[in-house]
């Protein structure tokens, strides 16, 4: 069973009602403002609060589906965190999305932490990076479609020996 799940407050009712989960696929994020974090306009986000909020939902909700989740993923099964390649130390070069680029940098350590923890229990954690994808966060200005994004997602999935790991939908991997 693949399991993808919603809101926070969700989380617990819904891990009560499953008996066992193959797939968690922890998938919920948001991008906060793209502008670089000093000088911004007061008419945009505060810096501050831009990235609690983003790191809030992006990292917190993240772990917090993990920890309402984690016993009802059985032996063998797999934790997968949405990363991106925003979050990647080496490639960033720019002052774009600087909130999303700081939260996925926390949600991949996130990952590195709890693949050690759950080693084991024999369950594996991948950091996954989905490709930029035609969705509501870009406004469907991606490079892909989700079809073509979640048919890789699911091909580096089935890998074995990737606990830990920062994969990309392509199979190319990416940087931290
Ligand atoms: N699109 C891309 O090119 C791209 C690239 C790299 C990484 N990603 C990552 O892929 C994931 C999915 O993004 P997307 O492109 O599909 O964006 P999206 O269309 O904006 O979807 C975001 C998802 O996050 C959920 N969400 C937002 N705030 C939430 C909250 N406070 N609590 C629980 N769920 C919340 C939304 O639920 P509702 O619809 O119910 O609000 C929605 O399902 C994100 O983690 C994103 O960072 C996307």
Redesign the pocket.
């Known amino acids: 069973m693949f399991l ?5 407050l969700t989380k617990k009712t819904a891990a009560g009602t499953i008996d066992s989960v193959d797939v968690l696929l ?6 906060g403002s793209p502008l670089p974090l000093l000088d911004r306009p007061t008419s945009e986000p505060d810096p501050s609060e831009d990235i609690m909020n983003v790191f ?3 990292v917190e ?2 772990f917090n589906g993990v920890h309402a989740f984690q016993d009802k993923i059985r032996h063998g099964g797999k934790i997968m965190l ?5 979050a990647s130390m080496e490639t960033a070069t720019h002052t774009l999305n600087p909130a ?1 680029s700081i939260a ?1 940098a926390g ?1 991949n350590m996130l990952g590195r932490k709890l693949a050690v923890e759950l080693k084991e229990r024999e369950i594996d954690v991948i950091m996954m ?10 406004n469907g200005k ?3 479609s ?1 079809q073509q ?1 979640v048919e890789g997602i699911l091909r580096e999935l089935s890998r074995t020996g990737t606990s830990g790991m920062f994969l990309r939908y392509d199979g190319q991997g990416w940087p931290w």
């Open positions: 993808s799940y919603g809101y926070m922890c998938v919920s994020g948001i991008l809030t939902v992006n909700g993240t949405m990363s991106s390649t925003m999303y996925k949600l990076s989905p490709g930029v994808v035609r969705t509501e966060m870009n991606g490079d892909i989700p994004s």
